[in-house]
């Protein structure tokens, strides 16, 4: 194929996303790159952090060239309001929403290949009165995507989440027979397609202690998480039994396996956050673009301090280019 076409979103004005943005694109990258965010503010940030680049306004998205280092293809997305790093200010919400319309917008035109995001603070958008859960809801509400799969990877773990962001207490209620038949295909499917792998085997985790100890610690791997196996079975896609959480990331089935399933986001997160935080990728799998993102948040008390690494926004940008080879 030609060069990738990415599109970055620049995310929360007031957190690391600036920072990380033109701290990454100082580097060699193979792909076409274009920002959707602010062009004022990358500069201003650019100049906090004493890095020399040369901020381009593209008018028309689809001239978008071959990036060269420490120059950054924007397509310019204005503010709404004054930006402080560090500081939420609620009239910027907006914008943040507008920036992932706008590349979504481009990504289902055809004019980009993958969608790399910047983080965002998820409370201020809801403060604001947009209801919003995170990019990965948002893109499956864009592309209407019934179901998609949150999956987080780096070198040691690929670990996908069967609930992402929702309160603790509604997780068992989340998870139902048919909703892991249908995520149990999309990961087979993009395990295929995405990573080259003939036939993903996935390890599940169990969602109770000890994966419910034969039904006395709970009845979900009984009444759930098996039945729905059993179809995955039926339908060629390697599933195992639940396992254990506690010691599936340790354990042969779990080492083996192409793909963890946790049960729910602090089961799984935690452990591939321990072993990679900083180098690792989140992917949304299940939509019809290529969408992957940084594993930290906006760490508002970072902003502007140059302290922040840009080696997760570079990983992600490279998972992004790997899917869209892999793709093509
Ligand atoms: N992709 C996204 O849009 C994500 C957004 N968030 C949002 O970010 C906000 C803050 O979330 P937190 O839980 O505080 O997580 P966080 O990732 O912003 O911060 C956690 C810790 O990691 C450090 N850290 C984060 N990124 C770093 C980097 N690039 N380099 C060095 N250190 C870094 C922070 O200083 C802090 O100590 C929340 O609103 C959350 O919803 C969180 C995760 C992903
Ligand atoms: N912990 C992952 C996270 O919060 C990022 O989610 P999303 O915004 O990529 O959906």
Known sequence: ??????????????????????????????????????????????????????????????????????????????????????????????????????????????????????????????????????????????????????????????VALATTHLPLRDVPNAISKDGLCKQFRIIHRSFCELYGVEKPRIAMLGLNPHAGEGGHLGKEELDTLIPARDVALSEDIDVSLPLPADTAFVSEAGKCADVILAMYHDQGLPVLKTAGFGHSVNVTLGLPIIRTSVDHGTALELAASGKASEGSLLAAINEAIVCAHHQA
Request: hydrophobic fraction near 45%; aromatic fraction near 6%.
């Open 1 to 158: 194929m030609s060069l990738p076409r990415i599109v970055i979103t620049a995310g929360e004005p007031a957190g690391i996303g600036p920072d990380v943005i033109v701290k990454a694109l100082q580097s060699d990258i193979t792909a076409r790159i274009a920002v959707v965010g602010d062009a004022d503010l990358l500069k201003r940030r650019a100049n906090m952090l004493g890095i020399a680049c040369d901020i381009q306004k593209l008018d028309i998205p689809s001239e978008v060239s071959a990036h060269v280092p420490n120059r950054i293809q924007v397509l310019h997305t204005p503010c709404l309001d004054d930006v402080v790093p560090g500081t939420l200010n609620i009239a910027n919400a907006r914008y943040v929403i507008t920036t992932l319309e706008r590349s979504a917008s481009l990504a289902q035109d055809g004019v980009f290949d993958a969608i790399v995001t910047a983080p965002v603070q998820k409370s201020i958008i809801n403060d604001s009165g947009i209801p919003f859960s995170g990019h990965t809801e948002f893109f499956a509400d864009f592309f209407r995507c019934e179901d998609v799969v949150m999956l987080l990877t780096n070198q040691k773990f690929k």
